[in-house]
Every structure is written in structure tokens, then in C-alpha cells.
């Protein structure tokens, strides 16, 4: 059984930073994408960025492009987001989830982070 178990996430001044953690167990994950999720109040759920485990590629959503960075520990099975230039549109539950290399759809979800950036 997969499980991701978000942390890190808190109250931070704009321009600040944070640093969002995801330990993931159950399984190897070698063969998965780790992506982080966010949804603010009252908006849909959103694709912030992801990373290949077996490769470390990344990808970014351009709305954090250049202040988030996704890496990860491969012997702690965790995912990092550390976020910089933090802007209060930032605001929202984080989540990680997690899908298999060649598919579509994210099966396994965390319980997300509150981030909420003042301004």
C-alpha cells in the first residue's frame, strides 16, 4: 500500500521560502513520477511540478517556474519542494502524489500542507 506523508508546510512572509518534504513508502519507486499539487480556497486542484524518480528529471507549471525546485532522497524515499520568492497567490494546501513512469492518471495522493504566504 502506497503512502505519502506531507510535512514542512506553515506561515511565511512574502519573499520568503519554505521547503516542502513527502516521504513516500509501500513500495520502490523507480519506476514512478512524484508530483506536488496545490489548491488554493474556492480554485481546482493544480499541477505544480513533478519528478521522474529513476532520472531525477523535473517539470514545472509556469506560474513557479524558477522559484520551486523539486528533488529528491533516494535512500529516504523523499521528495523535496523548496519553494523561494514565496508570493501570497502561493497560498494552499500542497500535495504529492504519485503515478506510475508511463501513466496518466495520479492514483496515490498525501493529505497535503497548508502553505499560506502573508503579504
Known amino acids: 500500500q502506497v503512502q505519502l506523508v506531507e510535512s514542512g508546510g506553515g506561515l511565511v512572509q512574502a519573499g520568503g521560502s519554505l521547503r516542502l518534504s513527502c516521504a513516500a513508502s509501500?513500495?520502490?519507486?523507480?519506476?514512478?513520477?512524484l508530483g506536488w499539487f496545490r489548491q488554493a480556497p474556492g480554485k481546482e486542484r493544480e499541477f505544480v511540478g513533478s519528478?521522474?524518480?529513476?532520472?531525477?528529471?523535473?517539470y514545472y507549471a509556469d506560474s513557479v517556474k524558477g522559484r520551486f525546485t523539486i528533488s529528491r532522497d533516494n535512500a529516504k524515499n523523499t521528495v523535496f519542494l523548496q519553494m523561494n520568492s514565496l508570493k501570497p497567490e502561493d497560498t494552499a494546501i500542497y500535495y504529492c502524489?504519485?503515478?506510475?513512469?508511463?501513466?496518466?492518471?495520479?492514483?496515490?495522493w498525501g493529505q497535503g500542507t497548508q502553505v499560506t504566504v502573508s503579504s
Open positions: 509501500g513500495q520502490t519507486f523507480s519506476r514512478h513520477v
Open positions: 502524489a504519485a503515478r506510475g513512469t508511463f501513466s496518466g492518471n495520479y492514483p496515490y
Open positions: 519528478i521522474t524518480w529513476s532520472t531525477g528529471s523535473t
